[in-house]
């Protein structure tokens, strides 16, 4: 009997050698977290009080605004401010993101990326295909009028993915401003570049969202995780259960 409550209390005392261990190895890992947390934060002050130190900080005028428009849909997309140009997040997200998914390091590479969408290089290749009549075109035509609840003539009208391009320039525009790779001139000067573009080939914000989700469908994205943020701007419509602040740009702003 005496030899049973010997052991007894041997592996008692196991057991509680093994929780203090445990308890130290989380007080560490909680530790750790804590400092990594800590870290994170000061680096991403830092970023942003380097961002800070290089514009101007004055308000938008309403041109620059209307300008931003333009990236309406991307920005909420991304969760970001529809007319906000000044960075808010932790920008090593987005400096990985240019690097990995653009080959964007650079204020070289940047300017080189940004001519190419200016210019409508991607766009003007799917123009065959938008303008020839196919099963694949109506899909994708018809897809889209039913996700921006809009007829479908009127997405037939448009014959051109210009908004692609354009879209995707003044969205980028912004994010290497924030990375350092463009002027706060500069990136006002590509966004006034890409607006000239979009009145020139388009005529109306609807015929825009249209022509942006045309490009977005032929260059093989699924329109399925866009399209209700498209609808939303095209519309003006909050979602349900909150409000997004300036989704209602497209009746604010001429397109024109």
Request: aromatic share 10%; charged share 25%; glycine share 6%.
């Amino acid at each position: 009997m005496l030899k049973i409550e010997c052991h007894d209390k041997k592996g008692e005392q196991m057991n509680i050698k093994i929780y203090l261990i445990i308890g130290v190895v989380a007080g560490v890992f909680i530790i750790y977290m804590l400092f990594l947390h800590t870290m994170m934060k000061k680096r991403k002050q830092k970023q942003l009080d380097g961002f800070n130190h290089h514009n101007s900080g004055t308000p938008l005028t309403r041109q620059q605004e209307r300008l931003l428009t333009f990236g309406a849909i991307l920005f909420y997309h991304r969760g970001e401010k529809i007319l906000g140009i000044y960075p808010e997040d932790d920008l090593n997200q987005y400096i990985y993101g240019l690097k990995q998914q653009w080959e964007i390091s650079n204020a070289k590479e940047a300017k080189e990326v940004l001519g190419d969408l200016l210019e409508l290089q991607r766009s003007s290749e799917f123009e065959p295909f938008v303008q020839l009549p196919s099963s694949d075109l109506a899909k994708i035509q018809k897809s889209i009028a039913k996700g921006l609840g809009i007829d479908i003539s009127l997405v037939e009208q448009t014959k051109s993915a210009y908004a692609w391009d354009v879209g995707r320039a003044v969205s980028l525009a912004k994010w290497c401003y924030w990375c350092g790779y463009l002027s706060e001139s500069e990136t006002w000067s590509i966004m006034e570049q890409a607006a000239k573009q979009a009145t020139q080939h388009g005529k109306s914000w609807t015929d825009y969202t249209v022509s942006f989700l045309l490009g977005r469908a032929i260059n093989g994205f699924d329109l399925d995780d866009i399209i209700i943020e498209a609808k939303q701007i095209l519309h003006s419509q909050n979602p349900a259960l909150r409000k997004i602040q300036d989704v209602d740009v497209y009746q604010r702003y001429q397109f024109q």
